[in-house]
């Protein structure tokens, strides 16, 4: 029901007059603590949870919560309450090896009525019964009632935010407006309950938090990207990504390594690569993605380990993709190094941009 009500709304009214987006621009940094919260004059936007957790018997898990706000074309001049001008959307799932694959769930309904919402001046977004919400002293919680499995977390940062690019300005191309705003926070402390099939238990572990907008989209050779998001074990934080060409060569590359005692290095797109090492093929949809991946940043070497080969989800019900979450363990100079997560898109299908 709710899928044909947004249908409805996003069809069959009609466009009087087509909002205009904000852009992304260079000279403009990041603020906190406003752009903790909602952009919703820019077209994208999400927040992204990803870590490692551990149950009192020390099995490893991952876990993934997004939230996304997306505007949609309609008029904003429209004064109706029921009016789609803003979707939220959101993906949870948990990595189990003992499972072998993901145990997901996704949701989607457009903004309003106390139901959904992704609020300004503050991380607080809602969807049904599934939340993030950030407190005053910066700590996260988060609620997710999924299908298969019940997450009641709290994050809490150890290190201030790691602001990617320049300021804040994240470049995804070789043009100066295919961009975003990009913040990150790594190292986060993870505490909480995991319910499956019965009692909760309780879990700990670490994570890594990801908050971006934009509104332009990427260049018109892109298919897809690749991005890592890594706590490391010196407590130092690494983020890396590619944007590969239709071809599946490398478009446009970035990365940030902030070491233990705070510095943060930037690597140029002729300084990250990433070298497939070893792939692995969905039986459901018949993609190759390459599940262990060799990333050169400048001088070092990092080699990525899967949890498990199978972290594909397929969100074709929400945002229309099929893509790649999962977690792994992270090796510098073939030693342990790190966990985090890996992001692969496009595989199945060039991303329709």
Known sequence: MRWLIVL????????????????VRPD??????????????????????????????????????????????????????FAPSQL???????SDPAVGKLVHDQRTARAGFGLAYAREGNTDILLDDWHLLRHADGSYDATITARDFT?????VPTQPPL?????????????????SYYYSQPQLQVSGQLARNGAPVAITGTAWLDHEWSTSVLDADASGWDWLGANLDDGGALMAF???????????????????????????????????QRHWRSPRTNASYPVATRITTGSTTWQLIPLQDDQELDSRQSTGSVYWEGGVTILRAGQPAGRGYLEMTGYVKPLKL
């Open 8 to 23: 409805l709304a996003l069809c069959g009214w009609a466009h009087a007059a087509p909002p205009v987006f904000a852009t």
């Open 242 to 276: 590619q944007i590969r060409n239709k071809q599946g060569d490398k478009l446009w590359a970035h990365a940030a390594l902030r070491d233990k005692s705070g510095v943060v290095t930037q690597f140029k797109p002729d300084q990250v690569h990433f070298a497939p």
């Open 163 to 179: 602001v990617q690019g320049d300021g804040g300005f994240s470049r995804k191309g070789p043009r100066i407006e295919q961009a």
């Open 28 to 81: 403009m940094p990041l603020r906190f603590p406003a752009d903790f919260g909602s952009h919703p004059d820019f077209r994208t936007e999400w927040w992204y949870a990803t870590g490692w957790i551990e149950t009192p018997d020390k099995k490893p898990l991952g876990f993934q919560i997004t939230f996304f706000r997306s505007a949609t074309e309609h008029d904003r001049s429209n004064p109706s309450a």
């Open 151 to 155: 997450l009641n977390l709290s994050l």
């Open 88 to 94: 939220i959307i959101a993906h949870a799932a948990l």
